[in-house]
T-cell receptor, first 114, second 114 residues
Framework: QKEVEQNSGPLSVPEGAIASLNCTYSDRGSQSFFWYRQYSGKSPELIMSIYSNGDKEDGRFTAQLNKASQYVSLLIRDSQPSDSATYLCAVNGGMNTGFQKLVFGTGTRLLVSP | GAVVSQHPSRVICKSGTSVKIECRSLDFQATTMFWYRQFPKQSLMLMATSNEGSKATYEQGVEKDKFLINHASLTLSTLTVTSAHPEDSSFYIC??????????FGPGTRLTVT
């Protein structure tokens, strides 16, 4: 079982729609959860961090965390073509891997069509 | 937000030569820096974890004598690819973190070995 799993996509949504990206993780000891956006040929950019169960909103982005289900999601409202990128879910390593390390999913490619 | 710089952004070198890549945290002190490699259309692969003033911890399968890491201060880490070969051609990305566990990535260095 992979430590952090994401659907590779592509996830295609029309402009203005809500994009929903999902991620599951295996280490119950993980405490910090992150979403990164990576444009083709560029390095990842941190867009959201979440540490406790529930929702966290920042502009058009909402991160949701459910530790009991080991599930993290990212909602992007009013999706724009400029949101087209690969979204990486990252989870801190927990006791098994080390809290400083991040374990990355393979990413979900999002395509927003005009 | 936290800013991490990386230099050079792009380098072409001949097989057998060594290349040094610098990673700097510009507006915060990085307790830990990480070095990743990313091949085309693949996810990030952690190479090593670097703490200021101590030896780097390498991931399994990464040759420490080939990829030399020095973390001389809380704002600077360097990666030297020694005796580079064409198979070392890749996108090398550093990240830096403070005690919050949020990792901020540099813009990356694209290495081409001819």
């Amino acid at each position: 079982q992979k430590e952090v799993e994401q659907n590779s996509g592509p996830l295609s949504v029309p402009e203005g729609a809500i994009a929903s990206l999902n991620c599951t993780y295996s280490d119950r000891g993980s405490q910090s959860f992150f979403w990164y956006r990576q444009y083709s040929g560029k390095s990842p950019e941190l867009i959201m961090s979440i540490y406790s169960n529930g929702d966290k909103e920042d502009g058009r982005f909402t991160a949701q965390l459910n530790k009991a289900s080991q599930y993290v999601s990212l909602l992007i409202r009013d999706s724009q073509p400029s949101d087209s990128a690969t979204y990486l879910c990252a989870v801190n390593g927990g006791m098994n891997t080390g809290f400083q390390k991040l374990v990355f999913g393979t990413g979900t490619r999002l395509l927003v069509s005009p | 937000g936290a800013v991490v710089s990386q230099h050079p952004s792009r380098v072409i070198c001949k097989s057998g030569t060594s290349v040094k890549i610098e990673c700097r945290s510009l507006d915060f002190q990085a307790t830990t820096m990480f070095w990743y490699r990313q091949f085309p259309k693949q996810s990030l692969m952690l190479m090593a974890t670097s703490n200021e003033g101590s030896k780097a911890t390498y991931e399994q399968g990464v040759e420490k004598d080939k990829f030399l890491i020095n973390h001389a201060s809380l704002t600077l880490s360097t990666l030297t690819v020694t005796s580079a070969h064409p198979e070392d051609s890749s996108f090398y990305i550093c990240s830096a973190t403070d005690i919050s566990y949020e990792q901020y990535f540099g813009p990356g260095t694209r290495l081409t070995v001819t």
